[in-house]
């Protein structure tokens, strides 16, 4: 398996803009989850869905932030707009929803939004 | 709720030294506790996991861990460092209770110097 494949692997977009951050989970995996790694705040939760239903979006930091996951295979997270602030390490993760199973990570998507 | 502290921001050792990375967590459920490392401009990698049976785990890349309930911690651990061995280091905790989602410590940047 390729692993977890994020794309782009860097975006550089205006304030204002819309900017639409994509994730192919493992396949078999039934568990994806939506990181933001900052000098800041480090790694956070942002949301995770278990079969495709979300499950916990409190990570979510304004309203501004959306995620859908359509099918088992296809994730996106989407910035409308965006705002410098929102400039960060996006990590898309999936792992199979078992006892003790771990998540298994993305390259990352670098965002810059100037 | 789940936390995970990790004492340590950064930490230098001599190439051939032992290693001890610290990593405390709070919860009250059965958690599964997990390393992970990250290279620059890299995801994470597992490097090992806990969640039942013997409480000292091996790893890849010669890293253990034990695990101590009274404590709450959950320590790793290399005999010999290798200077590849330099990166950042994340300690997470993670359960069934909370759907699988892992809560990550703030990491260890470890340094290695020759």
New interface residues.
């Given amino acids: 398996d390729a692993g977890?494949i994020q794309s782009p692997r860097h975006e550089v977009t205006e304030m204002g803009q819309e900017v639409t951050l994509r994730c192919k989970p493992i396949s078999g995996h039934n568990?994806l989850?939506w990181?933001r790694q900052t000098m800041m705040r480090?790694?956070e939760?942002l949301i995770?869905f278990?079969n495709n239903v979300p499950?916990?979006d409190s990570g979510m930091p304004e309203d501004r932030f959306s995620a859908k996951m359509p099918n088992a295979s296809f994730s996106t997270l989407k910035i409308q707009p965006s705002e410098p602030r929102d400039s960060a390490v996006y990590?898309c993760?999936s792992?199979f929803?078992?006892?003790?199973?771990?998540?298994?990570?993305?390259?990352?998507t670098r965002l810059t939004v100037v | 709720a789940q936390s995970v502290t990790q004492p340590d921001i950064h930490i230098t050792v001599s190439e051939g030294a032992s290693l001890e990375l610290r990593c405390n967590y709070s919860y009250g459920a059965t958690p599964?506790l997990?390393w992970?490392v990250q290279s620059p401009g890299?995801?994470?990698?597992?490097l090992l996991?806990?969640?039942?049976g013997d409480t000292l785990v091996q790893g890849i890349k010669g890293f253990e861990a034990e695990f101590k309930r009274s404590q709450s911690s959950f320590n790793l651990r290399k005999p010999s460092v290798h200077w590849s061995d330099a990166a950042e280091y994340?300690c997470a905790v993670g359960s069934?209770e909370y759907?699988?989602?892992?809560?990550?410590?703030?990491?260890t940047i470890l340094r290695v110097k020759s």
């Fill in positions: 977890v568990s989850f990181y480090g790694l939760l995770y278990n499950i916990d990590f993760a792992s929803r078992g006892m003790g199973t771990e998540a298994f990570f993305g390259q990352g | 599964y997990f992970y890299q995801g994470l990698q597992l996991k806990y969640f039942s994340f069934m759907g699988n989602k892992l809560v990550f410590g703030a990491g």
